[in-house]
């Protein structure tokens, strides 16, 4: 069975630093991508980082020179540092698995679990404010 935990969310203060985890189990990292999206209360499901079949990962606009993407394969772990946040990066954070150049579309609400578009972690909550 395939799931994925994500970790390191909490509360943090304007321009701190947070470095989120996301340890898959039961999953191939070789043919697999790993997405990581947001929800904001109130907001749709939104695409933060996706790997791009040449190697480079797509930031959304809103993160872009702020947040990275990594991996481990050894340890089947993913990271996303985020540097400089902002209140508006407040949301929670999911981890997603899908496979090779498959780019899920969840529409409003991020899912969790297993589901037709990928297995989704349970989340993290990032709170930025002073």
């Known amino acids: 069975e395939t799931q994925l935990v994500e970790s390191g969310g909490g509360l943090v203060q304007p321009g701190d630093s947070l470095r989120l985890s996301c340890a898959a189990s039961?999953?191939?990292?070789?043919?697999?991508?790993i997405h990581w999206f947001r929800q904001h209360p109130g907001n749709e499901c939104e695409l933060v980082s996706t790997?791009?079949?040449?190697?480079?990962?797509y930031y959304a606009d809103s993160v872009r020179g702020r947040f990275t993407a990594s991996q481990d394969n050894a340890e089947k772990t993913v990271y996303l540092e985020m540097n400089n946040v902002a209140p508006e990066d407040t949301a929670v954070y999911y981890c997603?698995?899908?496979?090779?150049?498959?780019?899920?579309?969840?529409?409003?609400?991020?899912?969790?679990?297993?589901?037709?578009?990928?297995?989704w972690g349970q989340g993290t909550q990032v709170t930025v404010s002073s």
């Open positions: 997603v698995l899908t496979g090779r150049d498959s780019l899920p579309f969840p529409g409003d609400y991020c899912p969790t679990g297993a589901t037709s578009i990928g297995y």
């Open positions: 790997p791009r079949s040449d190697g480079t990962t």
């Open positions: 039961g999953a191939t990292f070789d043919d697999s991508d």
